[in-house]
């Protein structure tokens, strides 16, 4: 198994442009997950689902969007992007998002907004 | 979700084992107890969970205290690799909402693993 891949691993845009990371993982699992890493602020939630065609708000959802149309992908888009959206993205995914159990997280695409 | 408080830093010699504490006085009952590591530049890693018993796995051991109040993170044969921050996290298996499946990331621990 891959796991859980990310790319691009490294992206520069400018203000006002717009992309999508993508997110995939070849385990079947149920839940996925966007986190931002910023220095001083921990990981944050952004948006997560819990099946194909299931898509809710975590913590920091403004700015961005997300779509499940598969259980491999989960796509995560910067509709207008702004110097405050720099930050290192993680992409998760678990078996069941509820129960214990593990997260694997991907390798993280790191974005510059200037 | 209950908060956590680790220390903010910790050394340990190469082939020693790490030992890495956490305290969550605040834990409830359906709360387990979550580690995880990052390593530099890297997405974090699970270690273990447990819920009120005592944990191991090829990685680690975990230690939960009677009244589940602290936990210990053990690193047997503490190597190089490991040097990383590990952050401890006490999560409810029933968070919904904007808390659905969220891990809370604290400060952690920064562990430094030296020759």
């Known amino acids: 198994n891959a796991g859980v891949t990310q790319t691009p691993k490294f992206q520069v845009l400018k203000t006002g442009q717009s992309m999508t990371l993508q997110c995939a993982q070849d385990?079947?699992?149920?839940?996925m997950s966007w986190y931002r890493q910023d220095p001083g602020m921990g990981l944050r939630l952004i948006h997560y689902?819990?099946?194909?065609?299931?898509?809710d708000q975590g913590e920091v959802p403004n700015g961005y969007n997300v779509s499940r149309s598969t259980t491999e992908d989960f796509p995560l888009r910067l509709l207008s992007a702004a110097p405050s959206q720099t930050s290192v993205y993680f992409c998760?995914?678990?078996?069941?998002?509820?129960?214990?159990?593990?997260?694997?997280f991907g390798p993280g695409t790191r974005l510059t907004v200037t | 979700d209950a908060k956590t408080t680790q220390p903010p830093s910790m050394d340990c010699a190469e082939g020693r084992a790490a030992n890495l504490p956490c305290n969550h006085s605040?834990?409830?009952?359906?709360?387990?107890v979550y580690w995880y590591r990052q390593i530099h530049s890297q997405g974090p890693q699970y270690i273990i969970h447990?819920?009120?018993n005592n944990e191991t796995n090829e990685m680690a051991s975990l230690i939960i205290t009677e009244d589940r109040k602290s936990s210990t993170l053990i690193l047997p044969h503490a190597t190089l690799r490991d040097t990383a921050v590990y952050y401890c996290?006490?999560?409810?298996?029933?968070?919904?909402?904007?808390?659905?499946?969220?891990?809370?990331f604290g400060q952690g621990t920064i562990l430094t693993v030296h020759p």
């Open positions: 998760a995914s678990s078996l069941l998002a509820g129960g214990p159990g593990e997260q694997y």
């Open positions: 385990m079947n699992h149920e839940y």
């Open positions: 689902s819990v099946g194909a065609g299931i898509t």
């Open positions: 605040t834990i409830s009952g359906n709360e387990y």
């Open positions: 447990g819920l009120k």
């Open positions: 996290i006490v999560r409810s298996a029933n968070a919904g909402g904007t808390s659905y499946g969220k891990l809370t």
